[in-house]
């Protein structure tokens, strides 16, 4: 797989050239939210110059914006290898996810089942348990492995039963990386015949999405990980999205895009999958493993996380041999270079006894942004043991990151660490 031209990449994101000091500014911040490619900020400009108007309207500008959200749907299918009709925007995934469940729920009774994890982000969890205490729904929630913060693949089928109506899972964890099988977790829920959720926000900025391969029911992920606006998104299949019980008013045309949608922010985000095809057609290698089967822009987005995921890990590998040199540091995760491709290139660590804000706070002065404490990941950080410490330091990379940040980052954690 050839390597992204990251200098070139860099240029397209203006907010790589702010600086901090008279140095330029490094983001490990990218699993809380990327930064966004020059093309987002003018497609949402140029909507709100040109097209603003609400939906419906027999009007130019109305017009115009019907036109862009037709697209948006297309492209943002692409991104998932779904159908424009089964593409969803909201306000975020845990509000949407609010909606589906609430949804999901509306169809249980007592003492029907939901299993959850304790690795995923609480707006996978949250929602479910909040349905519980509604409606008498029993909710299973599935150990990790501490060791390598791996779900308990045992500990799952074991949850899996005959009064299983639901699973809810994470597709990557946003706080130490763990990618999840998740073709395999769909094939369980199915076999009993359950409905499967996928929250995929901390997978879809780094590895390419096929919903049909894998099978699952509903599928929800952020644009502003894969840099684009604050936007939501949820994918359905059509028939679970025709079927069940929507929370909508009368006059709502969709009955999940209900009320006026942020449409300069669906502008952007259509410009953020745009600007992956662009990487996929400028660094992808098309006729790679696996791609076959795909054209058009949906081969393009392929390629491009092939490309990026290959750029990343390989800069990711740097990342963990310079933590890893630093004199008592703790890291969570799969740190097993052969199992690199069961994990993000996001991962969690304290320096000795520093308190995890001691150490960010310290970063942030030299210009480099990094997140502590449990970004949400709540239930992860309780097993681990690390609630009410402080949570850890995480240092997340993106494809615009680069070997000259790492180096920086890691001899100012060493000095940290002295």
Same mark, same amino acid.
């Given at each position: 797989?050839?390597?992204?031209?990251?200098?070139?990449?860099?240029?397209?994101?203006?907010?790589?050239?702010?600086?901090?000091?008279?140095?330029?500014?490094?983001?490990?911040?990218?699993?809380?939210?990327?930064?966004?490619?020059?093309?987002?900020?003018?497609?949402?400009?140029?909507?709100?110059? %040109?097209?603003?108007?609400n939906h419906g309207g027999h009007f130019l500008t109305s017009q115009r914006s019907d036109a862009l959200l037709e697209h948006a749907h297309e492209v943002v299918a692409d991104l998932?290898?779904?159908?424009?009709d089964e593409v969803k925007f909201g306000a975020n995934m845990t509000t949407l996810n609010f909606a589906l469940s609430r949804s999901i729920g509306a169809t249980l009774g007592p003492g029907d089942e939901v299993v959850v994890t304790w690795l995923d982000h609480e707006a996978n969890v949250g929602p479910?348990?909040?349905?519980?205490?509604?409606?008498?729904?029993?909710?299973?929630?599935v150990d990790v492995r501490t060791d390598d913060c791996t779900l308990?693949?045992?500990?799952?089928?074991?949850?899996?039963?005959?009064?299983?109506r639901h699973v809810a899972v994470g597709w990557a964890s946003n706080a130490v990386g763990t990618i999840n099988p998740v073709a395999e977790?769909?094939?369980?829920?199915?076999?009993?015949?359950? %409905?499967?959720?996928?929250?995929?926000?901390?997978?879809?900025?780094?590895?390419?999405?096929?919903?049909?391969?894998?099978?699952?029911?509903?599928?929800?992920?952020?644009?502003?990980?894969?840099?684009?606006?604050?936007?939501?998104?949820?994918?359905?299949?059509?028939?679970?999205?025709?079927?069940l019980p929507a929370f909508k008013v009368r006059p709502a045309e969709d009955r999940w895009e209900t009320g006026t949608q942020n449409h300069e922010g669906i502008a952007g985000t259509a410009a953020a999958v745009e600007y992956l095809a662009e990487v996929g057609e400028r660094f992808g290698t098309p006729f790679a493993e696996g791609l076959s089967r795909y054209g058009g822009r949906r081969l393009a987005l392929k390629a491009a996380m092939a490309a990026i995921r290959s750029t990343e890990m390989e800069l990711f590998g740097r990342l963990v041999?310079?933590?890893?040199?630093?004199?008592?540091?703790?890291m969570w995760g799969i740190l097993d270079r052969a199992r690199f491709d069961e994990r993000c290139p996001?991962?969690?660590?304290?320096?000795?006894?520093?308190?995890?804000?001691? %150490? %960010?706070?310290?970063l942030g002065r030299l210009g480099m942004f990094a997140w502590?404490?449990?970004?949400?990941?709540?239930?992860?950080?309780?097993?681990?043991?690390l609630a009410e410490s402080g949570g850890a330091v995480r240092v997340g990379l993106m494809h615009y990151n680069t070997p000259d940040e790492v180096d920086r980052l890691v001899d100012a954690l060493r000095d940290l660490a002295r």
């Open positions: 797989m050839p390597a992204i031209d990251v200098p070139a990449i860099r240029h397209r994101f203006p907010a790589l050239a702010i600086t901090e000091g008279g140095r330029p500014v490094a983001y490990f911040d990218g699993p809380g939210g990327t930064q966004v490619p020059q093309t987002v900020i003018d497609a949402m400009t140029r909507y709100l110059r %040109t097209m603003n108007a998932l290898c779904a159908d424009p479910w348990e909040a349905l519980a205490r509604e409606r008498d729904v029993v909710v299973r929630r308990d693949l045992d500990a799952l089928r074991d949850a899996i039963g005959p009064r299983t977790i769909v094939r369980l829920a199915h076999d009993a015949g359950a %409905t499967v959720s996928v929250d995929a926000v901390a997978y879809a900025p780094h590895v390419g999405i096929d919903v049909r391969e894998v099978d699952c029911d509903f599928l929800l992920c952020s644009a502003y990980k894969f840099y684009g606006p604050h936007v939501g998104v949820l994918y359905g299949k059509r028939a679970l999205l025709d079927s041999d310079g933590l890893e040199s630093l004199p008592g540091i703790r996001t991962i969690a660590f304290r320096l000795a006894d520093q308190p995890p804000s001691v %150490t %960010t706070e310290a502590d404490g449990d970004y949400y990941a709540t239930g992860l950080m309780e097993r681990l043991g």
